[in-house]
């Protein structure tokens, strides 16, 4: 991993609107933000602690929640 300087105009800290999701898709959060913050920690925490043989971190391949699967099945069959 190399690690560069932020360009100047990059966020510092980001609070994306969902409005449009909202709107649009009828989309909104289902996982309450606490559990999706332990969520990604975790998957981080994985990536940085296993190694593969030549030091590289192994980024975890696991399939998508079915839940999560269908849901998005069902928005792009409404944005068509």
Request: cysteine-free; hydrophobic content about 35%.
């Amino acid at each position: 991993m190399i690690r560069k300087p932020l360009p100047e105009n990059d966020p510092q800290r980001r609070k994306p609107d969902i409005t449009r999701a909202e709107t649009l898709l009828g989309w909104h959060p289902v996982v309450p933000l606490a559990e999706g913050l332990l969520d990604t920690i975790g998957y981080f925490q994985k990536i940085k602690e296993e190694k593969d043989a030549s030091g590289s971190p192994v980024l975890p391949r696991e399939p998508p929640e079915p839940s999560a699967a269908a849901a998005d099945e069902e928005i792009k069959a409404e944005i068509k």
